[in-house]
């Protein structure tokens, strides 16, 4: 049995890859949305970065419409580990079964609703409900339901037990990363994969064995800012030299490019110098994979609508996801990957200092994001500019917000 989808069913055209020019400085600059967009025209208006009922929509039409990340899998590494989220509102629980297969289900008792938790646990093949000790294996089926029929040693009858499995969500693992879809019928094996929406970074990125990515650190971040701030924030290519100075010179830290792949996958690209690597460390990493030589000086930078960021070098993985918590409040959970190669002492001065600079970028961005927020209520904010020369990826993913949400 499993909840009504909620997803819109009429397919999307496919996508038309927007033209591209090469600007003076040699750089990739793409056309788009802001093409012909008269001044002063905001792509979406300030209500919707600071008003709860947008808030609140947003959860249904954006976090509970189609994919979106949700976590990361070594956040149960092991069979019994239980991991609570949140994604578009609903309480979620992600369980490492005995079988190894990571799965996620709602998070409420099919007796009385009962959430199983709210805090991480680890189990032995079971997790019960504390309110009247049902029990459900890790795969979700219900075990045991206690004195079920007024006696003891009563379980329900099989055709009802059947039905009263923990209702499953849509998940699927990529890339260390675990993505939902709340709106797909866990049932419809045509449903869209997650691995047909990141094909084109798969494609990209096919030089890395994902399965050889190892946990450098891991951090979360409390931002005071709406979630759509953060997401805009990491697509601004033009703030760099003025925000953050490790990035290096002017000149290298605006020689990015404008990668717009997909709807739902929008970014950008230093094709070279590796975006400020000798402020990272001195020490060489082992390499993710059997990086091609066009990649070996180049940082990726792209978001997997709508929530996860995701930054790739030719020796470290970096994932932004985040969970919108209110209209001015976004949690960022960030973590560092290596290739496993890496896991040992002898590199850990230099993981400790790429760490420390990722986390020092991050934090340079927290006084601008809490001012973004607090212009957002200014009427001035429904009359700002942004400049198609720079913008356009952050207008790519406005569109996105704006035909999801309906603004
Ligand atoms: S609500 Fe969970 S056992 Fe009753
Ligand atoms: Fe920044």
Redesign the pocket.
Same mark, same amino acid.
């Given at each position: 049995m499993t909840l009504t989808p909620t997803a819109p069913a009429t397919p999307e055209a496919p996508f038309q890859a927007p033209a591209t020019t090469t600007n003076g400085s040699g750089n990739t600059v793409t056309s788009g949305p802001l093409d012909g967009r008269p001044v002063g025209r905001a792509m979406i208006p300030a209500r919707a970065y600071t008003g709860q009922a947008e808030f609140d929509a947003e959860q249904q039409s954006i976090f509970s419409s189609g994919w979106v990340w949700a976590g990361f899998a070594h956040w149960v590494a092991n069979p019994g580990d239980v991991k609570p989220l949140t994604v578009g509102g609903s309480p979620l629980l992600m369980i490492r079964g005995e079988d190894g297969e990571l799965r996620v289900f709602h998070n409420s =008792? $099919? @007796? $009385?609703?009962?959430a199983?938790t709210e805090e991480p646990i680890q189990v032995t093949q079971r997790i019960q =409900?504390?309110? @009247? =000790?049902?029990s459900y294996h890790l795969d979700g089926s219900l075990a045991v339901?206690p004195y079920f029929k007024r006696e003891r040693r009563t379980n329900p009858d099989k055709d009802i037990q059947a039905q009263l499995s923990l209702l499953p969500v849509v998940s699927e693992v990529w890339a260390g990363m675990v993505f939902v879809n709340l709106a797909a019928d866990p049932s419809d094996p045509d449903r869209r994969s997650l691995a047909d929406l990141v094909a084109p970074l798969q494609q990209r990125w096919s030089h890395i064995d994902f399965d050889r990515i190892h946990l450098a650190q891991e951090r979360d971040f409390d931002i005071d800012a709406n979630w759509k701030l953060v997401v805009e924030n990491f697509l601004d290519w033009y703030h760099l030299p003025f925000i953050h100075p490790q990035v290096g010179s002017v000149a290298a830290s605006l020689d990015i490019d404008d990668v717009v792949m997909e709807r739902d996958i929008v970014g950008g690209c230093y094709p070279r110098g590796a975006a400020g690597k000798a402020k990272k460390t001195e020490q060489q990493l082992p390499w993710l994979g059997d990086v091609p030589e066009a990649m070996l000086e180049r940082q990726d930078i792209f978001c997997v609508f709508p929530n996860a960021l995701l930054f790739l070098e030719a020796d470290w993985f970096q994932v932004i996801g985040f969970d919108p918590i209110a209209p001015d409040h976004t949690v960022e959970h960030m973590a560092i990957f290596v290739d496993r190669a890496a896991a040992n002492e002898d590199f850990g001065p230099a993981i400790k200092r790429l760490c420390e600079v990722l986390y020092e970028v991050n934090e340079q961005d927290m006084p601008i994001l809490h001012k973004l927020q607090t212009g957002r209520r200014s009427p001035g904010s429904d009359r700002t500019y942004l400049v198609p020369q720079w913008d356009q990826v952050t207008a790519f993913f406005q569109q996105r917000v704006a035909e999801k949400a309906g603004y």
């Amino acid at each position: 049995m499993t909840l009504t989808p909620t997803a819109p069913a009429t397919p999307e055209a496919p996508f038309q890859a927007p033209a591209t020019t090469t600007n003076g400085s040699g750089n990739t600059v793409t056309s788009g949305p802001l093409d012909g967009r008269p001044v002063g025209r905001a792509m979406i208006p300030a209500r919707a970065y600071t008003g709860q009922a947008e808030f609140d929509a947003e959860q249904q039409s954006i976090f509970s419409s189609g994919w979106v990340w949700a976590g990361f899998a070594h956040w149960v590494a092991n069979p019994g580990d239980v991991k609570p989220l949140t994604v578009g509102g609903s309480p979620l629980l992600m369980i490492r079964g005995e079988d190894g297969e990571l799965r996620v289900f709602h998070n409420s =008792c $099919r @007796h $009385r609703g009962m959430a199983l938790t709210e805090e991480p646990i680890q189990v032995t093949q079971r997790i019960q =409900c504390a309110y @009247h =000790c049902w029990s459900y294996h890790l795969d979700g089926s219900l075990a045991v339901a206690p004195y079920f029929k007024r006696e003891r040693r009563t379980n329900p009858d099989k055709d009802i037990q059947a039905q009263l499995s923990l209702l499953p969500v849509v998940s699927e693992v990529w890339a260390g990363m675990v993505f939902v879809n709340l709106a797909a019928d866990p049932s419809d094996p045509d449903r869209r994969s997650l691995a047909d929406l990141v094909a084109p970074l798969q494609q990209r990125w096919s030089h890395i064995d994902f399965d050889r990515i190892h946990l450098a650190q891991e951090r979360d971040f409390d931002i005071d800012a709406n979630w759509k701030l953060v997401v805009e924030n990491f697509l601004d290519w033009y703030h760099l030299p003025f925000i953050h100075p490790q990035v290096g010179s002017v000149a290298a830290s605006l020689d990015i490019d404008d990668v717009v792949m997909e709807r739902d996958i929008v970014g950008g690209c230093y094709p070279r110098g590796a975006a400020g690597k000798a402020k990272k460390t001195e020490q060489q990493l082992p390499w993710l994979g059997d990086v091609p030589e066009a990649m070996l000086e180049r940082q990726d930078i792209f978001c997997v609508f709508p929530n996860a960021l995701l930054f790739l070098e030719a020796d470290w993985f970096q994932v932004i996801g985040f969970d919108p918590i209110a209209p001015d409040h976004t949690v960022e959970h960030m973590a560092i990957f290596v290739d496993r190669a890496a896991a040992n002492e002898d590199f850990g001065p230099a993981i400790k200092r790429l760490c420390e600079v990722l986390y020092e970028v991050n934090e340079q961005d927290m006084p601008i994001l809490h001012k973004l927020q607090t212009g957002r209520r200014s009427p001035g904010s429904d009359r700002t500019y942004l400049v198609p020369q720079w913008d356009q990826v952050t207008a790519f993913f406005q569109q996105r917000v704006a035909e999801k949400a309906g603004y």
